[in-house]
């Protein structure tokens, strides 16, 4: 059974960093895109950053220069580097990948979240 499983979230005071990580296990053919999603409380889940198989990257606007996407191929996992984090930054973010099962079915994956408080 494929699982995402996030780490790294926490409490970091305004101008702080965080890194998340995201490992895919179990088994499977292959992963496609990754990214990372959030949901800040009352309001709708939105793409923070995604990254393709080759490495090509898309941000929201609202991050575009403090936060960074990457991938390590070689470990199934996906990070998250969130600088000069602001209070609007917090959410629960998500882990996303787009994942070609051992029988070659591709489907979209979810972790469970993890919390980002940006707080004072």
């Known amino acids: 059974q494929v699982q995402l499983v996030e780490s790294g979230g926490g409490l970091v005071q305004p101008g702080g960093s965080l890194r998340l990580s995201c490992a895919a296990s179990?088994?499977?053919?292959?992963?496609?895109?990754m990214g990372w999603y959030r949901q800040a409380p009352g309001q709708q889940r939105e793409l923070v950053a995604g990254?393709?198989?080759?490495?090509?990257?898309d941000y929201a606007d609202s991050v575009k220069g403090r936060f960074t996407i990457s991938r390590d191929n070689t470990r199934n996992t996906v990070y998250l580097q969130m600088n000069s984090l602001k209070p609007e930054d917090t959410a629960v973010y998500y882990c996303?990948?787009?994942?070609?099962?051992?029988?070659?079915?591709?489907?979209?994956?979810w972790g469970k979240g993890t919390l980002v408080t940006v707080s004072s």
């Open positions: 996303n990948a787009y994942i070609v099962t051992t029988f070659l079915r591709g489907l979209d994956y």
């Open positions: 179990g088994s499977f053919f292959s992963i496609n895109a």
């Open positions: 990254i393709t198989s080759d490495g090509s990257t």
